[in-house]
């Protein structure tokens, strides 16, 4: 048999990985605390859960259902108007997706040809970067550096990638670093992409999720934002759907089109039942989504106080469900030999940076995914082995 060869720049995608290790754990008798992947633990809400099973109660519910509703649009651009106090055509500047990342490794085939140059940040959700690479592009890489507080500098960007770039893929609040972004990034961003000609993809899936009595909006309330691009946003974390499948690109209506277009050629869209329960959460009672942020607020709390006494330091994350933390510095920057030793010797399991672009190598990613007593029982844990010892 033979294969396509843009199969050799992907390995197996580092959840799979991460879960053949918890299972060769488990086999061995012992309970591992997963901290590596970001599937929330807090399920959606009653009223959510009753209206999908209603709906899927209903026989007519299971024909294809090739577009998205005119209630799920009507919601999203009523959600939008509410909640970021942006106005969405909700015909023309609307449409689901399959999950986030089933856009996101979509959205570069409506974009960029072979040879094309992607703008990636790094570190950075793999499939900021997987898509563009399915789809032929050259990527380039935007490093995300502390001392900027994780925010891309669009001064450090060689011209000739500007000027070649068709597409920059853009996060925050950020997955993996949870830095958040202050209204002037935007505003340059949007001057950026103006300048170079860029279609802009902003990942918005994290802005619930943030902490300390701070507000995060959308990159479409700044003005021109909308000229250059789109937002994807998620019901995954901040409703409990991950499993459920439910993201949305919003924005710029060619951008939208042009997505629409390539996704009629390739799935028959959101299961019907799933359209009624998306609407109801994102337009009925959003209390759910104070307590789901508390929820991660105290785990955050949590997780850095606990890691802090085992000499494990590193700053609190200013937003999403993750924390981001340089390794001891015994092991130098061998994130994927720390990750095996802190499974290996206390079962738990922990995203290596690495897995996010070259410049995460040397920290690992947690995500909070556990509950509070879990998280005392890993720092417990791991303060029982020598790993933070100098």
Not at 44 to 64: F, G, K, M, S
Not at 126 to 140: D, H, N, Q, T, Y
Request: charged share 25%; aromatic share 10%.
């Amino acid at each position: 048999m033979q294969f396509a060869k843009r199969m050799e720049q992907f390995g197996e995608g580092v959840f799979s990985e991460l879960l053949t290790l918890k299972r060769e754990k488990e086999a061995q008798g012992v309970q591992v605390i997963d901290l590596s992947v970001g599937t929330p633990n807090i399920p959606p809400v009653e009223n959510i859960r009753r209206t999908l099973a209603e709906a899927a109660e209903d026989p007519r519910q299971y024909i294809y259902a090739i577009s998205d509703t005119s209630e799920l649009q009507q919601a999203v651009a009523q959600w939008y108007s509410r909640r970021y106090g942006v106005t969405l055509n909700p015909e023309t500047q609307v449409v689901s997706l399959l999950g986030s990342q089933e856009g996101l490794t979509h959205i570069a085939l409506s974009i960029a040809d072979p040879g094309d140059t992607v703008l990636v940040p790094d570190p950075c959700y793999p499939a900021f970067s997987c898509g563009p690479m399915m789809a032929g592009a050259r990527l380039a890489w935007m490093p995300l550096k502390k001392e900027n507080d994780y925010l891309i500098d669009f001064d450090t960007i060689p011209e000739e990638d500007a000027k070649a770039a068709k597409l920059m893929v853009v996060s925050y609040p950020n997955n993996p670093t949870a830095s958040v972004a202050p209204d002037w990034f935007y505003e340059k961003l949007i001057a950026f992409a103006k300048k170079y000609d860029i279609i802009v993809l902003h990942d918005n899936a994290y802005s619930e999720l943030v902490f300390d009595g701070k507000i995060c909006g959308s990159f479409l309330r700044f003005p021109g934002a909308a000229e250059v691009g789109v937002e994807f946003n998620s019901l995954s974390k901040t409703y409990g759907m991950a499993g459920a499948r439910v993201g949305f690109c919003v924005g710029n209506e060619q951008v939208v089109s042009m997505l629409k277009q390539l996704k009629s050629n390739m799935d028959y869209g959101m299961f019907l039942p799933i359209q009624k329960a998306a609407a109801e959460a994102i337009t009925g009672d959003q209390s759910c989504v104070v307590r789901t942020r508390a929820a991660y607020e105290k785990r955050r709390d949590i997780l850095c106080e606990a890691f802090d006494k085992l000499g494990w330091h590193f700053e609190k994350p200013a937003a999403t469900m993750f924390a981001w933390a340089q390794i001891p510095a015994k092991y130098g920057d061998d994130d994927r030999h720390f990750s095996r030793e802190l499974v290996e010797k206390a079962g738990v399991l922990v995203t290596p940076g690495s897995a996010f672009g070259p410049s995460g190598k040397g920290h690992v990613r947690m995500a909070l995914v556990q509950d509070e007593e879990a998280l005392q029982e890993a720092a417990q844990r791991m303060s029982k082995t020598s790993i933070f010892t100098k």
